[in-house]
T-cell receptor, first 115, second 113 residues
Framework: AQSVTQLDSQVPVFEEAPVELRCNYS??????LFWYVQYPNQGLQLLLK??????LVKGINGFEAEFNKSQTSFHLRKPSVHISDTAEYFC?????????????FGTGTRLKVLA | DAGITQSPRHKVTETGTPVTLRCHQT?????MYWYRQDPGHGLRLIHY???????DKGEVSDGYSVSRSKTEDFLLTLESATSSQTSVYFC????????????FGEGSRLTVL
């Protein structure tokens, strides 16, 4: 079964510093990969997605992620964070090869941006 | 925003009572999902549906059942609620062969006393 690992449960970072949130998934022939963000007391919003094509994916709010098939990783990056980026970030994978289109999520990373 | 409505949005119930959460979509998407969100566990898939009357189990399906009699409605039922089912429940829809991503409802907060 597909699985997703977000190794960092919490990441504190100072405002305007760069940040990387890590995501690894179990291997599969064909996967769709996603990052979602959840601001405090809100629902989930798509940040970016990888379906196929270029391995560098750009999303909203200045975030980007790189699909690395050999490392089975999809790490999220932002070169300069703002206080407003404080939120919980979830990585998700869907196994397209199986045809079932289950979306499996990681346990989340809480990003805390400090002034 | 994707047209997804969850009801009720908040519910408090007693242990042992049945509870049904409803998810209604206006997007005509084939796939629908129920997740629960708990601190430290992220979102865990309970059940999903890939068409009318076609459903399958997710990661944490014990104690839950689902039904989908129409494309637009996906019901999640707790036959006999337990305190461990206190959680926030999210419905989601997708069109995997088109846009690929999940679109989420606003969530339903369930408290089982």
């Amino acid at each position: 079964a597909q699985s997703v690992t977000q190794l960092d449960s919490q990441v504190p970072v100072f405002e305007e510093a760069p940040v990387e949130l890590r995501c690894n998934y179990s291997s599969s022939v064909s996967v769709y990969l996603f990052w979602y963000v959840q601001y405090p007391n809100q629902g989930l919003q798509l940040l970016l997605k990888y379906l196929s094509g270029s391995t560098l994916v750009k999303g909203i709010n200045g975030f980007e992620a790189e699909f690395n098939k050999s490392q089975t990783s999809f790490h999220l990056r932002k070169p300069s964070v703002h206080i407003s980026d404080t939120a919980e970030y979830f990585c998700a994978v869907s196994d397209g090869a199986s045809g079932t289109y289950k979306y499996i999520f990681g346990t989340g990373t809480r990003l805390k941006v400090l002034a | 925003d994707a047209g997804i409505t969850q009801s009720p949005r908040h519910k408090v119930t007693e242990t042992g009572t049945p509870v049904t959460l409803r998810c209604h979509q206006t997007e005509n998407h084939r796939y629908m999902y129920w997740y629960r969100q708990d601190p430290g566990h992220g979102l865990r898939l309970i059940h999903y549906s890939y068409g009318v009357k076609d459903t399958d189990k997710g990661e944490v399906s014990d104690g839950y059942s689902v039904s989908r009699s129409k494309t637009e409605d996906f019901l999640l039922t707790l036959e006999s609620a337990t305190s461990s089912q206190t959680s926030v429940y999210f419905c989601a829809i997708s069109d995997p062969l088109s846009t690929g991503e999940l679109f989420f409802g606003e969530g339903s907060r369930l408290t089982v006393l």
